[in-house]
């Protein structure tokens, strides 16, 4: 069972606390909650999320042309980590209620959506550890003190689902003419019209608004940063893109099997995964005995950090720091047999980023998706590069991953530097 580190994660709502599928420690709960919805976030069904991050792709090159690359803005420096955090809310959400959220057409972090949502983590990473405490700060009877936690996201919601709904009742819109996640997850009171309810539905679209943005913006913005540190990977990626003759957007049925888009992906979430403190949970009422013997008692808190077993030498070799995306193809001595092992047991601890068990996050196709379609565009149309290759980046761990500090140029592929 989840620990109670999650507890701080609650949002508190005219005095009442809203647990969501990401946090609650009730496992009936979950599952009865999650049991209706579960079947749309497989592969085929996020495939159909597809057009819709077309668009917002389309949005973002034709931006990013426009005021880093093209004509007298040609050669102007990019915050390419604002810029990544700017495409990954707004694909989100895009794909969860059929709208942009704005951060790409305003240039701007729009009502202050990502500031308050890190600020959230900011505050969720510690207190997560001492989590008691959050019933002085946030949740305090009295007085609220600190930040927020999900508080912005749930009320932008609501007020979607109840725009949303309107639209519907004077015949504006028809349920099911749309893709997208609020569309699906309305058409549920058919079949569950016990269930679904405003409140549900918002339940639901927390598990996009928490964690879709900054997670894939973490991963997008690691690929960027360390192809630029890698001309030689960069290279690579670029001739494997080109040969795939792509058009913009990239579609997923021409890249999902390129074999070093796949490569560089994974290897830029090993070296610096979304998620960098442990997954904690409890031992339960008979213990739990490890593979080496060594026992643990019930009620101990345990986890594993993704940040830790991404580096782990007798997993990844002893180059484990180093971003290389090469380890994940056959070496030349290398039998079948023993690549087929080393890369299931790398894939399987990579993986991990995303959880496992019955709470693995139900949205990982949908990342993946994303981040290969973003990805695969941008170095097909793009070269881009750090203004000083020596340039190093800053982040923070706050349970998510938040990076800062990325000036790139971006010029057309194929157009000579000058």
Known sequence: MKSDMYRPNDVLIEGHRMSNLFNSQDEDWHNQNIRPIRGLWSMTKVLEYEPLIDETIAKFVEKVALKFVDGDNAGTVCPADDWIGFFAWDVTANFSFGRHYGFIDQEKDVDNLITDSTKGLIYFAPISQIPWIDNLLDKNPIKRIGPKPTLTGVLYAFKVVAEYQAQLSNKSITAGSVDHTLDKYLQLRETYPEMVNDHQIVNWLMLSILAGGDTSSATMRAILYYLAKSPSASEKLAA??????????????????????????????????????????????????????????AGTKIGINPAVTNKDYG???????????????????????????????MKDTVD???????????????????????????????????????????????????????????????????
């Open 315 to 345: 997993v990844f070799g002893e180059d484990a720091d180093e971003f290389n995306p090469d380890r994940w193809f056959q070496g030349k001595d290398e039998s079948n047999e023993h690549f087929e092992a080393r890369s299931r047991r």
């Open 240 to 297: 494997e893109l080109q040969n795939a003759s792509l058009p913009t957007p990239a579609p997923w049925k021409l890249i999902r099997d390129l074999p070093y888009l796949d490569a560089v992906i994974r290897e830029a979430m090993r070296v610096n995964p979304g998620i960098a403190m442990i997954f904690e949970r409890v031992v339960p009422e008979e213990g739990f005995t490890l593979p080496d013997g060594q026992y643990l008692p």
């Open 352 to 418: 991990f980023v995303f959880g496992g068990g019955g709470r693995i996050c139900m949205g990982r196709y949908l990342a993946m998706l994303e981040i290969k379609k973003l990805i695969a565009t941008l170095y097909n149309v793009f070269d881009i590069q750090l203004v000083d290759s020596k340039h190093e980046w800053t982040y923070r761990n706050a349970w998510f991953v938040y990076q800062y500090d990325m000036p790139m140029i971006i010029r057309r592929r194929g157009v000579a530097s000058q």
